[in-house]
């Protein structure tokens, strides 16, 4: 079973002791016009504040299993409703607008409350109830994942997703990340994610993600209170001597262990976000200062930290725009070039020149 299967499953397991074990019959494509009703009355149900908290916690999950029984075409569906039907209320927005304009001066900060709870979308509020649910940030991180595949449809595909990012930007506030390292005796479960969310450098086989694991390497990981046994993002580290020419020098397996403790150099040679649905939240920089207090403390001989990493494409872009002879660099630069590699003007771009060289 993958990963997402797994998810799905331990959800459904986790919101049935909240919910019960029957859910309203639903087609899983939502495909009659009963299922589409069916699903806004839940979503309205979710809005309502009727029955305290414990009542609220089990329509959440009542809707949130509903999304996890679908299919493909289902989710769509209900992420149209929820798009679309319970987007800001203009009428009301309208009203406290009038409302403000009307109040005495003394009385404005009661009004601006009001506007302010209009200008919120109802998704967003229905969407928040999820933070109180076992799995429940998980859920929608990885909601906002399926969303993704819809936002050039429309334009309220698109203004859901932002309202969903802001709702998780706030959550994922770098103050409430923890840096975990993660070593070969950590959890076999988390070191399969390790390997599926790897997404620069290919993990092959347990004894390569050993090598990554082993003493003269670290990798550390961006964790969530929500999200506790999930990488948020991870990066993996080379503790050696000298900057490394090429990314094989700092994979091969068969190289010599190096004592950590006796190195210069770190080298930052991968970085993955491991949640898709966590796309334009940034961690990548605030993970690697981080990092580098961390081992500038650990090892005082550290005095050089880099980064190696592949951009994928980037040459196959680049000789495409220098043949169409699109203006990459600055005249200056041009100047610089030609100096430094004695050509001439007659010898072309120079940089289209100088990268064509095998011995550039």
Known sequence: MNEAATLIQRLKGAWRDITGSKLGGVKADLSTLSDLDHLREQMRSCLEARGGEVSARSRAATLGRTYLELDWKGRERFLKILAEDFDVDDEAVEQQLAAVSEVKPHERSAAYSSLRRALEPGRTRLLTQF????????????????????TRKNTAFRALDSDLRQLLTSWFDV??????????DSPASLLEKLITYEAVHEIRSWDDLKNRLDSDRRCFAFFHPRMPDEPLIFVEVALVNGLAGNVQELLDEGAPVIDPNHTDTAIFYSISNAQK?????SFGGFLIKRVVDVLQSEFHGLKTFSTLSPIPGFRAWLDEALNSEESLIMESDITALRD??????ESGNPLQVILSAENW
Do not use: C, Y
Request: cysteine-free; glycine content about 14%.
């Open 277 to 281: 649905g966590l796309a334009g939240i």
């Open 175 to 184: 103050g409430f990340l923890e840096l975990q390292r993660i070593k070969w």
């Open 131 to 150: 933070n109180g649910l076992p799995e429940g940030v998980k859920f929608l991180v990885d909601l906002r994942a399926d969303l993704s595949r819809l």
């Open 340 to 345: 430094v590699s004695g050509l001439t003007a």
